[in-house]
């Protein structure tokens, strides 16, 4: 099938500047959503249910899968995708986006960013630490028409230690911790999120950390209150002490140390899931490099190449003053990589998250390309998926909800012109998106 490249958004450059946003499509969907939605006879991609693997047929009625089955009475007034010969799984979950765009200058717009994530085939996005007055203003913006954007959980801000890693709620004992957890509840904040990191493993002037009790305290109280609560710990004493304390995920993977046994049977112990953010991490053996990846990775041409030529200009090899010693977190890529390969084989829950927004995590090919990344670690394509599909929908208690192709779930699916078991990178040859009912063609935004 001919293939056209996605829109490329218009850039504007000073003469030393970073350009501002990452390119991506306006996401309008091809139909209505007010009839059935027929899909036929694409192989199915999902481990989580029976008969994965064969053609089946899916009818979609007010945005949710009604059946699944080979054969299925087709409404007369249905709309029709003939699938044969493509292949069928869940929509795809990056559940660690800070809807930015990746660059080094100001001016996101959170969700027009999320919205650009639908070509890319994400049809939920967790955003763990949206500040301040920007929380409400993106939730209403959201509420105006939430079919228009991926299925989105929000925490409003995080918490950090004073002169810590990262700005937000900087509690000072146990009781103002709970205090602060009660009042995101009332908010409507989907989870709690803490910084537990001293930034060890890339700056020579380590933080200040989040006292211990007052993490533990931040993480019962969200608890009592029936929210999540995930930690941000990449060095492995501390985030020994976050499963200690019975965080539900650990939303980046271990670059300090080799993980340990013992740290291991604690996170099976507490149902602890695991997050590598493998995409941000690499951005530490260089810009330039990390360029070079994404442009060899963009099959179809979906990013302007200004973006890439940005990060290979000579000003931003440096990174940032305070991170003095991302030469020391390159170097210990291969301990990150083995880390989420042997919690991954021993049960561990894993889950996909990109951390977009930092510098070189472009929205959406930021998530293909963490796929591609856990295969390369060791993981199967089957356990990459996972992750980014049922795990990443348990991680929020929402399984129920999103994360398979079985009656009774969201309609949050991806076709594909190419088997990903095969090559994870198939993941890249999208046919069509469903979201909501509405059947979004990549070749359409251009």
Sequence with gaps: MQRMSLKRASFHFAALSILAAVTAAE?????????????????????????????????????????????????????????????????????????????????????????????????????PAVHGAAYQLLRDEIGKDPDAYPRVFLTAGLFTAPKGWGRGHQPLSAAEGRTVVQSMQASGSDAVKLMYDDMSWATTRPFAVLDR??????????????????????????????VEANVDCLLHGI????????????????GTCYMSTLTMFHTNAGYAAWADRLEEFDKY??????????????????????????????????????????????????????????PGVLP????????????????????ALNAATRNAAAMLDQASVFGSI???????????????????????????????????DPELAR
Excluded: C
Aim: avoid cysteine; hydrophobic fraction near 45%.
């Design 255 to 270: 670059i300090s140390d080799p993980v340990s046994p013992e740290f291991i049977e604690s996170m099976l112990e507490h």
């Design 213 to 242: 009790a007052v993490m533990a305290a931040i993480i019962d109280e969200a608890h009592r209150l029936g929210m999540k609560a995930f930690v941000h710990a990449p060095v492995l004493e501390l985030a020994a002490e976050a």
């Design 364 to 383: 959406g090919i930021a998530l293909q390309l963490e796929l591609v990344m856990h295969v390369d670690a060791g993981l199967s394509p089957r356990q």
């Design 27 to 127: 996401t309008t969907p091809q139909d209505s959503t007010e009839a059935p939605l027929v899909i036929l006879g694409a192989r199915l991609v999902d481990t989580s249910v029976a008969g994965s693997g064969e053609p089946v047929t899916v009818l979609v009625q007010d945005q949710i899968i009604h059946a699944v089955a080979g054969e299925v009475e087709i409404p007369s007034d249905a709309r029709v995708i003939d699938a044969r010969g493509k292949y069928l799984l869940p929509g795809l979950a990056d559940m660690h986006n800070h809807l930015r765009s990746g660059t080094f200058l100001p001016g996101d717009k959170p969700a027009e960013i999320l919205q650009q994530m639908l070509p890319w085939g994400i049809t939920t996005v967790f955003d």
């Design 406 to 440: 079985e009656p009774g779930l969201a309609a949050d699916i991806l076709i594909l012109d190419a088997n990903p078991l095969e090559d994870i990178r198939n993941i890249r040859d999208i046919y069509r998106v469903i979201h909501a009912g509405r059947v979004y």
């Design 301 to 358: 041409e979906q990013l302007d190449p200004a973006i890439l030529d940005a990060f290979r200009l000579p000003a931003v090899q440096g990174g940032t003053a305070r991170l003095d010693n991302t030469a020391y977190a390159a170097r210990q890529l291969p301990v990150l990589r083995e880390n989420l390969l042997r919690v991954a084989n021993a049960g561990v829950p894993i889950v996909i998250g990109t951390d977009t927004g930092i």
